[in-house]
């Protein structure tokens, strides 16, 4: 096991791995930046490194900077978090070549996956459904040609996408080559990369997702579904686990397709495979998140596993501990993101100081939080603060316990 971990992010998800790292008897080391020097996760690890002004490309984004900071403080391995560098292959090729452990898939790996292009011709290879479009890059004439084949409303989306970012809804022939060229350039301004894909807009669907482990040894498992259908502008708000739209039956269906995809990518740490599920039970692959995800906790809640802990034991080298037949679902979790926003303004990022926090407590409620008073909101980063995540034996009594007053 690692004897040092630096925690590549900041944040209540920064705070959530170097608590599973205490856990495991391994020392923490954050990264932060000047107006993160007072941060919650800054005090919390056992270690601390600033690297730099505030904005994310002299900081938190610099992998030069969070790399020369691991070589400095003598760290085995580097944990991504989500967002940030936690999706960029580069990046763990940098970490690797560095004489670290990237906690998390390999280059290749991600490079595939991360391209949601190529993650489609995988899940086509292994056989799991994918939405009717594109199966590979478009321009407007591929477009133009899938849309007469099967019809608007269509989807474009970026093809190294992510957050909701590079999409756009064409519900006629007339707008297509504008939003292609809209679409592009806010692909090309958020991921570096304008390509485009084009995909049947389904409608109504629900927006399921399976969370995987997997070791090097060939070992893979799933950990059931979670619903995140809950979204505003194509980004999560509410998740839950199980889903309840599946049911037994379904879900192994949902969690075989998941571990075929993982075993044909070559798949190795935590990971998630996102499908859409519609009203018939049908399901389409639509991509893999190569990283733990923000909603992670629902399943840590409903399994008594923590991912965390996992991801680091893999990292490692080590098996998993336990086989499919070992993964009972149990009970209901559901998170709510907590935020910054001004609700009247658009929901715009809300900035200033917090005077007072108070978070909920009790059986079955756990708050993930970045909070503290006397925190001042960053106009740099995210506006995520805190998940109140509560579980119940049942979706009734998960709901009751997040309503409570």
């Known amino acids: 096991m690692f004897k040092k971990v630096l925690v590549a992010n900041r944040g209540e998800i920064a705070v959530r791995v170097m608590r599973a790292c205490r856990d495991l008897g391994i020392t923490s080391v954050a990264v932060y930046s000047e107006p993160d020097a007072t941060a919650l996760h800054t005090r919390y690890a056992d270690e601390a490194y600033c690297l730099g002004p505030g904005p994310v490309a002299e900081s938190y984004l610099n992998p030069k900077k969070v790399i020369e900071a691991a070589r400095a403080c003598g760290a085995d391995a580097i944990h991504p ?237 080590e098996q998993l501990g336990f086989a499919q037949e070992d993964v009972y679902l149990r009970g209901w979790a559901i998170e709510c993101r907590i935020t910054s926003e001004d609700a009247e303004g658009g929901f715009m990022p809300s900035l200033g100081r917090i005077d007072l926090v108070s978070e909920p407590s009790g059986p079955g409620v756990r708050v993930d939080s970045s909070l503290f008073t006397g925190l001042e909101v960053s106009p740099y980063y995210d506006s995520l603060l805190a998940k109140v995540i509560v579980w119940g034996h049942d979706r009734d009594e998960a709901l009751g316990g997040l309503t409570a007053p």
């Open 81 to 317: 978090g989500y967002g940030f560098l936690s999706e960029r292959a580069e990046f763990a090729r940098a970490v690797a070549e560095a004489g670290l452990v990237f906690i998390g898939p390999s280059p290749e790996t991600m490079r595939q996956v991360g391209d949601k292009v190529t993650a489609k011709q995988i899940a086509a290879a292994a056989g799991v459904p994918t939405v009717p479009g594109t199966n590979d890059r478009a321009g407007v004439d591929e477009a133009r040609e899938i849309a007469g084949r099967i019809g608007y409303p269509l989807l474009i989306k970026a093809a190294a996408g992510g957050g909701g970012k590079g999409i756009r809804l064409v519900e006629k022939a007339e707008d297509l080559e504008a939003s292609l060229q809209v679409a592009a350039a806010e692909a090309q301004a958020n991921f570096g990369d304008g390509g485009l894909y084009v995909e049947k807009f389904l409608d109504p669907v629900r927006h399921v997702e399976v969370q995987i482990l997997a070791d090097r040894h060939g070992n893979i498992v799933h950990l059931g579904e979670r619903e995140c259908s809950i979204q505003r502008r194509s980004q999560k708000l509410v998740e839950e686990s199980p889903s309840p739209a599946v049911g037994p039956e379904l879900r192994g269906r949902l969690g075989a397709a998941a571990i075929a995809i993982a075993r044909e990518s070559g798949y190795e740490n935590a990971g998630t495979v996102e499908f859409l599920l519609d009203r018939d039970g049908a399901f389409y692959f639509i991509e893999v998140n190569a990283r733990l995800q923000v909603e992670h906790p629902v399943t840590e809640l409903v399994t008594g596993l923590d991912l965390v802990r996992e991801q680091l034991r893999i990292a490692a080298g």
